[in-house]
Nanobody
Framework: QVQVVESGGGLVQPGGSLRLSCVASGSIFSIYTGTWYRQTPGKQRELVATITSDSMTHYVDSVKGRFTISRDNTKNTVYLQMNSLKPDDTAVYYC?????????WGQGTQVTVSS
């Protein structure tokens, strides 16, 4: 069983930056695709960015040019660098790690963008 823990959320002013971290237990982290999702009350969970085991990345259009997903397999960690944050980015951000046979979620971290 893999445990996934997110951190790095908080309150930031519009235009500010945050870096989210997703740390996983286990020794085979490098095989997982890592994905950040976000969710606001009453809405479906939205895919924000994903990074494959060979570091191919994909972003939802609304964050392209502002967010960067990366991974450090030596630290079992996936990062989400968020710049130029907007109030619309306010949400609970969740980390997901998956292969074709396994799927793990973290508990989420709150990001609030407000002046």
């Amino acid at each position: 069983q893999v445990q996934v823990v997110e951190s790095g959320g908080g309150l930031v002013q519009p235009g500010g930056s945050l870096r989210l971290s997703c740390v996983a237990s286990g020794s085979i982290f490098s095989i997982y695709t890592g994905t950040w999702y976000r969710q606001t009350p009453g809405k479906q969970r939205e895919l924000v960015a994903t990074i494959t085991s060979d570091s191919m990345t994909h972003y939802v259009d609304s964050v392209k040019g502002r967010f960067t997903i990366s991974r450090d397999n030596t630290k079992n960690t996936v990062y989400l660098q968020m710049n130029s944050l907007k109030p619309d980015d306010t949400a609970v951000y969740y980390c997901n790690l998956h292969t074709t046979t396994n799927n793990y979620w973290g508990q989420g971290t709150q990001v609030t963008v407000s002046s």
